[in-house]
């Protein structure tokens, strides 16, 4: 029948577009900061040593570690937040950050923060900042991600990193917690030290941060 | 060859044939020709060298292989990594540094830093609109 061969008034059983997830979860964006950081990674002495604060993820250490040989520090605060906002009476965040964050002074060329920063109250921030301060080489870098309106509410992002110039934001277990923006003076003190030199608005409210130490 | 689940070791491991572990081992294992699993069940707490490890279970400690590690799902690894290859699964936990240089390669001999090509791993098709608006310092 002609209206069989033109699949009229009914659609194949396996059509994808029936089963497939909706699209838009998990987005691509492009990143201006990362191919920045990636930069400035190349010009520290090799093999340069980068901290990603985020939760591991296996193509990012295979970009990090395999294409680039950096050699990869995992420390995973998304998944110590995680922790402490599901049983808060383990303790103050900061002071388990605090324990947590021992790399050697001057030792690290690059520090992968994402938006780590969003979830962090002030004491632990600050703490994490002194940290990155302190452990970072002269010349190295610190990528972050900052929101500009509070969420009341905000899932955890994994970072994936999709190539030198973009990122995939995916869907992170854990409960997420509030957003609260930190204005620039705030975030430009906290990490007296360092520089901001590269700094963007991207289209969806989220700045994206680059810090250097001189 | 196995270690089942009710088998604690303590001390040294060593060995010239492929090993499944799905017991406790504490201390050093060394297979530096083989590949070395850790079974789900697997709980080890030592320093291992293998050519290859495959980590399905638990592992404490340093983990140095002249092939590849292989955290699959599940798998947990609270240690550094030394390897040439690293894969780790969607869901496992790895907590610890990773070096991926080859052992023997001269400095400078990884030239593609900051190459503008696509990494192995970005093959997966873009699904969003980009959201960059541009820079603004």
């Not at chain 1, 009476?89 to 690059?110: I, P």
């Not at chain 1, 901001?196 to 994206?208: D, I, P």
């Not at chain 2, 050093?28 to 291992?48: F, W, Y």
């Not at chain 2, 092939?67 to 609270?78: L, Y």
């Amino acid at each position: 029948m002609l209206s069989d061969l033109l699949n009229w008034g009914r659609r194949s059983k396996a059509d994808p577009a029936d089963i497939a997830p909706p699209k838009g979860s998990e987005l691509t964006v492009p990143s201006k900061a990362f191919p920045k950081f990636l930069a400035a990674l190349k010009n520290q002495p090799e093999p340069s040593i980068v901290i990603d604060f985020g939760p591991v993820i296996g193509s990012n250490v295979a970009f990090l570690g395999e294409r680039l040989s950096c050699k990869l520090f995992i420390e995973d605060l998304i998944t110590e937040i995680d922790r402490h906002k599901k049983a808060p009476a383990g303790g103050a965040l900061a002071a388990t950050l605090e324990a947590r964050l021992r790399q050697e002074d001057g030792s690290v060329d690059g520090v992968l923060c994402w938006d780590v920063f969003d979830f962090l109250d002030k004491a632990s921030a600050q703490t994490v900042a002194k940290h990155i301060i302190r452990m970072l080489r002269p010349g190295g870098a610190v990528m972050g991600f900052f929101c500009t309106a509070p969420v009341e509410r905000a899932p955890f992002t994994k970072y994936e990193i999709v190539d030198d110039q973009s990122l995939r934001h995916r869907h992170h277990p854990g409960i997420g917690g509030p957003k609260v923006p930190m204005p620039n003076r705030d975030i430009i003190r906290m990490f007296e030290g360092l520089v901001v030199a590269e700094s963007f608005l991207l289209k969806n409210s989220t700045r994206e941060i680059l810090l250097r130490k001189r | 060859m196995n270690i089942g689940k009710s088998v604690v070791i303590k001390g040294e491991l060593n060995g010239s044939e492929d090993l499944t572990i799905e017991g406790q081992v504490e201390g050093k294992i060394e297979l530096r020709q083989n590949v070395l699993t850790i079974g789900a069940n697997g709980k080890i707490k030592a320093q291992v060298f293998a050519k290859a490890v495959i980590i399905l279970g638990e592992v404490t400690g340093n983990v140095t292989a002249t092939e590849k590690v292989d955290i699959r799902d599940n798998g947990s690894v609270d240690g550094d990594i030394a390897s040439p290859r690293v894969a780790i699964a969607e869901g496992a936990h790895f907590r610890g540094a990773i070096d991926m240089q080859r052992a023997g390669a001269k400095p400078g001999e990884k030239s593609d830093k900051g190459e503008t090509k696509p990494a192995a791993a970005a093959v997966t098709p873009t699904t969003g609109n980009p959201a960059t608006a541009g820079a603004s310092r």
